[in-house]
């Protein structure tokens, strides 16, 4: 199946702070979603993209699918950011999931 | 819009005994999967289920199984638990499957003693 792979694995910044998550992955996708996970375990949709970009507020993502990776850029963060971020791309007509090991954020004051 | 709703929230069961998950799906999705997320495996597929039926089943014994009903909500069973079935278990739905988008509920923790 399709490797996932994030980076950085933690992340401490301080408020205001900008940052970028990184998502590799091993094969061709025809969905890629990016999560914020909260403290009480909830996967909070932030993205779907597959390919191109779009942008969210102080958050913004880019896929480039011929080059297998997907970035997530936060600006100006907040100690709201906080929490872990997980890409999942998705392959085939399943609805399958394959989710990375997440990066794990923090913001600090 | 309503999200998509897990219950029971959180939940204490003993070695040997079984549970039964429930989720809700979005007013008009079709499709809900089923995910188990560990410490130790991180955010796994298990099953997913459109119009009835199991379209896809991840890597987990068969003491995992799930059905859906007409109205698309969805439960998972787990038989004979064991310590290891520990997890926060997430259910998502998306209209058809397939490249939708997937949305998800709040989840059910589940502790095994």
């Known amino acids: 199946g399709i490797q996932v792979e994030q980076s950085p694995p933690d992340l401490i910044l301080q408020e205001g702070a900008n940052s970028t998550l990184r998502c590799n992955f091993s094969d061709s996708v025809n969905n890629l979603q990016w999560f914020h996970q909260n403290p009480w375990g909830q996967l909070i949709n932030l993205f779907y993209i597959p390919s191109g970009t779009k942008q969210n507020g102080r958050l913004s993502a880019t896929t480039v699918a011929t080059e297998r990776y997907s970035l997530l850029y936060i600006s100006s963060s907040q100690t709201t950011d906080s929490g872990v971020y997980f890409c999942?791309?998705?392959?085939?007509?399943?609805?399958?999931?394959?989710f990375g090991t997440g990066t794990r954020l923090q913001v600090t004051l | 819009k309503a999200g998509v709703t897990q219950t029971p929230r959180y939940l204490i069961k003993t070695r040997g005994q079984q549970v039964t998950l429930s989720c809700s799906p979005i007013s008009g999705h079709r499709s809900v999967s089923w995910y188990q997320q560990t410490p130790g495996q991180g955010l796994q597929f298990l099953f997913e289920y459109f119009s009835e039926t199991q379209r896809n089943k991840g890597n987990f014994p068969g003491r995992f199984s799930g059905r859906q009903f007409s109205n698309s909500r969805s439960e998972m069973n787990v038989s004979t638990l064991e310590l290891g079935d520990s997890a926060l278990y997430l259910c998502?739905?998306?209209?058809?499957?397939?490249?939708?988008?997937?949305?998800f509920g709040p989840g059910t923790r589940l502790t095994v003693t």
């Open positions: 999942a791309p998705k392959t085939g007509t399943a609805s399958k999931l394959t």
């Open positions: 998502a739905s998306s209209l058809a499957g397939g490249p939708y988008e997937q949305y």
